[in-house]
């Protein structure tokens, strides 16, 4: 399945931003999905996943209560909803897919197979 990620930008404090994610050559909700980000001189962390076989979604507890993520099986596509920005969201996010990942491995990149070019976003402060 191949991955592209779109919606970055540049928004101010306290913004909001929907990011999008679409999938080809596979069908997207076969998958666990999920959104990492990666800050400058940062390592790639976890901010959100749902599971291929529920609506269950998981958010990193950085997150939690400010982005949502959403998926729509029908376009074979990934939504991050990001409200309530802080200059700490500043980051390159990326969308991923991959298969048999088990509950405690959600937030492990290495458990994804499959990955988007990213989609930078910059906050201002």
């Known amino acids: 399945v191949q991955l592209q990620a779109s919606g970055g930008g540049l928004v101010q404090v306290g913004g909001s931003l929907r990011l999008s994610c679409a999938a080809s050559?596979?069908?997207?909700?076969?998958?666990?999905r999920g959104w990492f980000r990666q800050a400058p001189g940062k390592e790639r962390e976890f901010v959100a996943a749902?599971?291929?076989?529920?609506?269950?979604?998981y958010y990193s507890d950085s997150v939690k209560g400010r982005f949502t993520i959403s998926r729509d099986n029908a376009k074979n596509t990934l939504d991050l909803q990001i409200n309530s920005l802080k200059p700490e969201d500043t980051a390159v996010y990326y969308c991923?897919?991959?298969?048999?990942?088990?509950?405690?491995?959600?937030?492990?990149?290495?458990?994804?197979?499959?990955w988007g070019q990213g989609t930078e976003v910059t906050v201002s402060s």
């Open positions: 991923a897919a991959g298969r048999g990942i088990i509950h405690s491995e959600l937030s492990n990149p290495d458990a994804y197979s499959y």
């Open positions: 749902v599971k291929r076989s529920s609506d269950s979604t």
């Open positions: 050559g596979g069908t997207f909700s076969s998958y666990v």
